[in-house]
Antibody, heavy 116, light 110 residues
């Protein structure tokens, strides 16, 4: 079965760091564009970051300089390193494979809560 | 800053047709923005409906269709069913490796 499974969310204080993981099965992370999309409680979807097949990375302005997307090909896993976390980063974070400029396969999401 | 616009909450009668749109605060949406559409019910991950303006994702029934209408992307649901009640989101590819989602439209079937 083709699926993405996120993990690593939790409660973190403002200014802290957290690393999210997205484990893929049934397809190869390194052969796909892979994105992170988040959704604050009761709000809409927000694109966060993408990593291209060749390794280029891009970020939304709201997270640029604080978040880093990466992948481990040997583990077939996508990561999102989140530093200097803010209250407004509180959200469910989804990873998604990205094909034809769209997000086609989504994980179930992992909740990050930034609060003191 | 680019804003992608969608309608406020919308109601449709069972069996009716609804068209949701996806616009830009400045400029027109064209196929060059590769508009795609997603639906989401509370507590669930989004599900892809349409990509590349008008291509249905695998398993999506043909009563969902995408198009460009005037200066906006559009999602049309024909023959609305009760389980079409969802939040619907569009997203546009802005180039240079970035995407912007619309704010979403909540569709109620009643």
């Amino acid at each position: 079965e083709v699926q993405l499974v996120e993990s690593g969310g939790g409660l973190i204080q403002p200014g802290g760091s957290l690393r999210l993981s997205c484990a893929a099965s049934g397809f190869t992370v390194s052969s796909n564009y892979m994105s992170w999309v988040r959704q604050a409680p009761g709000k809409g979807l927000e694109w966060v970051s993408v990593i291209f097949i060749v390794g280029n990375t891009y970020y939304a302005d709201s997270v640029k300089g604080r978040f880093t997307v990466s992948r481990d090909n040997s583990k077939n896993t996508l990561y999102l390193q989140m530093n200097s976390l803010r209250v407004e980063d509180t959200a469910v974070y989804y990873c998604a494979s990205t094909r034809d400029y769209a997000f086609d396969l989504w994980g179930q999401g992992t909740l990050v809560t930034v609060s003191s | 800053q680019t804003v992608v616009t969608q309608e406020p909450p919308f109601s449709v009668s069972p069996g009716g047709t609804v068209t949701l749109t996806c616009g830009l605060s400045s400029g027109s949406v064209s196929a060059d923005y590769y508009p795609s559409w997603y639906r989401q019910t509370p507590g669930q991950a989004p599900r892809t409906l349409i990509y590349r303006t008008n291509t249905r994702s695998s398993g999506v029934p043909d009563r969902f269709s995408g198009s460009i209408l005037g200066n906006k992307a559009a999602l049309t649901i024909t023959g609305a069913q009760a389980d079409d009640e969802s939040d619907y989101y569009c997203v546009l590819y802005m180039g240079s490796g970035s995407w912007v989602f619309g704010g979403g439209t909540k569709v109620t079937v009643l």
